[in-house]
Nanobody
Framework: VQLQASGGGLVQPGGSLRLSCAAS????????MGWYRQAPGGQRELVAI???????IYVDSVKGRFTISRDNAKNTMYLQMNSLKPEDTAVYYC????????WGQGTQVTVSS
């Protein structure tokens, strides 16, 4: 299983980024997938989940600002992040909703002026 997150970068507060997660070696179409993040000195936390039937759950801190989606034809999951805040700064990872697969390198998101 390979899960490659990309699309991170440096953005000013209030800005936007779109993360992508390319999956291979997993039956993506039937898998509930999630975005996670780990801030410096912090623990990894679940940010959003999308089920195989597109049922979605967000952590309270990102509700109304982040949008998770998936394209099963491309085995790809996305995270549209708007109105970014400095506290969103973290390494973002994608994985199964249960975190069952090995963690990739993630993609760094830095929100700073």
């Amino acid at each position: 299983v390979q899960l490659q997150a990309s699309g991170g970068g440096l953005v000013q507060p209030g800005g936007s980024l779109r993360l992508s997660c390319a999956a291979s070696g997993v039956d993506f179409r039937v898998s509930a997938m999630g975005w996670y993040r780990q801030a410096p000195g912090g623990q990894r936390e679940l940010v959003a989940i999308i089920s195989s039937s597109n049922h979605i759950i967000y952590v309270d801190s990102v509700k109304g600002r982040f949008t998770i989606s998936r394209d099963n034809a491309k085995n790809t999951m996305y995270l549209q992040m708007n109105s970014l805040k400095p506290e969103d700064t973290a390494v973002y990872y994608c994985n199964h909703a249960t975190g069952r697969y090995s963690w990739g390198q993630g993609t760094q998101v830095t929100v700073s002026s």
